[in-house]
């Protein structure tokens, strides 16, 4: 067997990440060099991503390789860095207070890095399930890895929400591997190329197994009904956490997802699932009061757009990747203004925290808008609507268009919240929220009032920059679906 090193570029940069974390931390102890090496990593992995072979690698004299590089793997690998580098700029001022041990955070961060750019390029059942699984597991300790509880009363703790994570997440990989290993006794292969939904006399095994594959897929990226654990996990995190959780993880099982529904004929089971999760989610997200939750609740209604062109087996994978990107950008932006907004160290809070912020701190303000636009594909975010559009031409050209009518129909259902959250930020009157007495506190009603981060003003200029960026743009959709082709 021949192996290609220069493929497998990504792959060592990605996974040298948190052996240089390691390294930096016992060598100077410095907070600095251990956020400095995840961006160095970072750097690296987009690098090689871009500029690497596209030779698959670690192929069987069949040409079935385990190593597949391709336009998909490499945006997949550049989104997993860049939202990397994105999470730790958000959490360099609750690692400066000591909220978390800075150099275990770093070090949990770029494994996950690596095991979402693996999930790119995988081209075997065996190498995606690792990859998903080294994407998720150090996501459970960040869920809960706090030192410190915030002052304010939250709805869900951290270990609470760890432990859930934890749970679905196990449950989630075992019907995978069940799903996997069926298709192995039924295929004699896992690569991805073999798979099938039934061939002679063991075509009812292999069914079997693509159909729990499908399910346990389905948990990562909060497919309803797989999707109750998302919300309390979000809620619960830091926020930080909470934007790496609803896109790169996300990102990951929406990368998985596609690989096995690219290659099966599951188009029913997919528009079920699709139709379910998006109108369970705006429906939900319409009753939220707390801001993450509707954050949450918003993502798993996207996931149900993401689902929808999957419905048409690869005909609709570039459509869903190219969604799946600018949605993952949006909700990354939209998930650091709320951190913005938000003193350090505290949950996401109840959407009265918001009511009139936007007078006090507009940057951010502004960033969040601009984000829940794009989400909701008004102007002026044209790209999100030109996603929209993308995805609605695909099902239309492939004569489902009953389905790209149920995804208008709940694309009109969402401005419903979004704008009440825009409305919220603008609002004239300010209610302060309560901590757990029902008083108002003081330190809290300070840090609404007066920057409460150092590096808030910085970083919520960048922020709006970056979503007018990527909302105004309406041609990006268009180019990134061709950079897919």
């Not at 597991?137 to 869900?156: D, I, M, N, Q, S």
């Not at 309390?232 to 934007?243: E, F, H, K, Q, R």
């Not at 990747?321 to 505290?346: K, Q």
């Not at 008004?378 to 999100?384: E, M, S, T």
């Amino acid at each position: 067997m021949t192996i290609d090193h220069v493929s497998l570029l990504p792959l060592y940069a990605a996974a040298g990440t948190p052996l240089l974390v390691l390294i930096a931390e016992l060598a100077t102890g410095k907070r600095a060099a251990a956020a400095g090496s995840v961006l160095l990593g970072g750097i690296a992995t987009i690098v090689c991503a871009v500029l690497g072979s596209r030779t698959p690698t670690f192929c069987t004299a069949a040409n079935l390789c385990s190593w597949t590089p391709g336009p998909l793997a490499v945006v997949s690998a550049v989104v997993f860095a860049a939202l990397t580098v994105g999470v730790l700029a958000l959490s360099l001022p609750g690692l400066k207070l000591s909220m978390a041990p800075p150099g275990e955070y770093c070090f949990l961060l770029a494994s996950s890095m690596a095991g979402g750019v693996v999930i790119g390029y995988a081209g075997d059942l065996i190498t995606l399930i690792v990859g998903l699984e080294t994407l998720t597991l150090p996501l459970y300790v960040l869920v809960g890895l706090r030192r410190f509880a915030p002052r304010e009363r939250v709805t869900t703790s951290g270990a609470s929400a760890s432990v859930t994570f934890f749970l679905i997440s196990v449950v989630s990989t075992a019907i995978a591997l069940l799903g996997a290993a069926l298709n192995y006794a039924a295929t004699g292969a896992f690569h991805l190329n073999r798979l099938t939904d039934g061939i002679g006399p063991l075509a009812p095994v292999a069914t079997v197994g693509a159909t729990l594959l499908v399910v346990g897929f389905a948990f990562k990226v909060a497919a309803v009904p797989l999707h109750a654990w998302a919300p309390p996990t979000y809620d619960g995190a830091p926020i930080p956490v909470a934007a790496y959780l609803s896109t790169a993880s996300k990102l990951g099982g929406v990368l998985a997802l596609a690989s096995i529904v690219s290659r099966l004929d599951t188009g029913s089971v997919m528009a079920v699932l699709a139709v379910l999760t998006m109108t369970v989610g705006n429906l939900v997200a319409l009753t939220q009061t707390r801001m993450v939750r509707l954050l949450a609740w918003s993502s798993v209604a996207q996931a149900g757009y993401i689902l929808a062109p999957l419905a048409l087996g690869p005909h609709g994978v570039r459509a869903a990747m190219a969604y799946t990107v600018f949605f993952v950008a949006l909700e990354f932006i939209a998930f650091a203004a709320v951190a913005a907004l938000r003193p350090t160290g505290s949950d996401g809070g109840p959407l009265s925290y918001y009511r009139g912020t936007a007078r006090r701190t507009p940057w951010p303000a502004a960033a969040l808008v601009l984000s829940l636009a794009g989400l909701a594909g008004l102007p002026p975010g044209l790209a999100g609507l030109f996603a929209k559009v993308t995805i609605i031409n695909a099902l239309i050209d492939r004569g489902w268009g009953w389905l790209a009518g149920v995804v208008a129909l709940n694309a009109v259902i969402a401005l419903a919240y979004y704008i009440r959250v825009a409305a919220t930020l603008y609002s004239t009157t300010r209610s302060p929220e309560p901590s757990a007495a029902g008083v108002v506190d003081p330190a809290l009603l300070e840090a609404a009032i007066h920057p409460h981060q150092p590096l808030a003003r910085p970083i919520a200029v960048a922020l709006t920059a970056s979503a007018a960026a990527a909302v105004v743009l309406g041609f990006a959709p268009q180019l990134l679906f061709a950079a897919l082709t």
